[in-house]
């Protein structure tokens, strides 16, 4: 057990619903890492939140956005969902950005099926 | 970033040391190697880190090339549960703006652990 808790564990909806995801950190971790892995581009980095801000964005589409709130649990909303939004979606977290010593440890995930 | 080449696949007997390469000729001087690993469709489970000494946890083994062009993860006795894909990562140490500490997850190697 990581310490980080994702839900749900499963999602099935329609294209053009808008879905949120839900992690919570390992406690006294302030930072959240979400990632997306999809069978075609593996594992890639969405969005980063230290503290309640955004700290740095990878590859995460506009009609996506992530929020963390002040007791640290964050959230990724996916909008106008496609069928290539389907993938699994892991929340990671770690004491504090920036420093290379401290490893993320990664939530179960957020299996997502978009029909 | 510093790049990481692994093989795509390897094998190994049930009870025998599974010594898994990685090659990261560029990396920094102040980035870390760190190994990853996810069996099937779980959240990537954290291994082991190092900068330039050998590590050792009750996990694995971590070796770093005294040049730290490359490095290999030593899994001392293996079982059929360590069937997983392995991820040999440098991790990204800016602070300020730009990655944050992100991890950047190539292929793997998807290690294989026969009776």
Known sequence: ?115 | DAKTTQPPSMDCAEGRAANLPCNHSTISGNEYVYWYRQIHSQGPQYIIHGLKNNETNEMASLIITEDRKSSTLILPHATLRDTAVYYCIVRVAKRYGGSQGNLIFGKGTKLSVKP
């Open chain 1, 1 to 115: 057990d990581s310490g980080v808790t994702q839900t749900p564990k499963h999602l099935i909806t329609a294209t053009g619903q808008r879905v949120t995801l839900r992690c919570s950190p390992r406690s006294g971790d302030l930072s959240v890492y979400w990632y997306q892995q999809s069978l075609d581009q593996g594992l890639q980095f969405l969005i980063q939140y230290y503290n309640g801000e955004e700290r740095a964005k990878g590859n995460i589409l506009e009609r996506f956005s992530a929020q963390q709130f002040p007791d640290l649990h964050s959230e990724l909303n996916l909008s106008s969902l496609e069928l290539g939004d389907s993938a699994l979606y892991f929340c990671a977290s770690s004491p504090s950005p920036g420093n290379s010593n401290q490893p993320q440890h990664f939530g179960d995930g957020t299996r997502l099926s978009i029909l």
